[in-house]
């Protein structure tokens, strides 16, 4: 079985707080994002038409705003999104920095564009 990014967040999440008498479901909710959201659109460039996908992964707005930046790559993943949002939400909570967690990515190669 292969292992992803995400599971592999999740992996480290549950062994970090296992052991933590959170009251019963909140450490699960803690771990999902709140929302994730797929955008596919189009843009005319260079003559043609070109269709981009793209995420936005809010996975805690318990403090807000959310904090997360977009990638351009293209290989990024819905899984890859999440993953990052986790870690902002529990990087900005470990250091007292007051906001939630989020992320955004969007399918491209940016070398491609100028």
């Given at each position: ?17 296992k ?24 843009v005319r ?14 996975h ?9 930046g ?18 902002m ?10 906001y939630g967690?989020?992320?955004g ?10």
């Amino acid at each position: 079985m292969s292992s992803s990014f995400l599971s592999d967040v999740e992996a480290f999440y549950d062994l970090a707080v296992k052991d933590l008498a959170l009251p019963e479901g909140v450490g699960e909710k803690i771990k999902v994002a709140n929302a994730t959201y797929t955008t596919r659109f189009g843009v005319r460039l260079r003559d043609r038409m070109f269709t981009f996908t793209g995420w936005r992964s809010a996975h805690s707005n318990h403090q807000s705003p959310a904090k997360g930046g977009i990638r351009y790559a293209p290989n990024c993943t819905v899984e890859e999104v999440e993953a990052l949002a986790a870690l902002m939400t529990y990087k900005c909570a470990l250091v007292g920095v007051p906001y939630g967690g989020s992320k955004g990515a969007l399918c491209l190669d940016p070398s491609d564009w100028t």
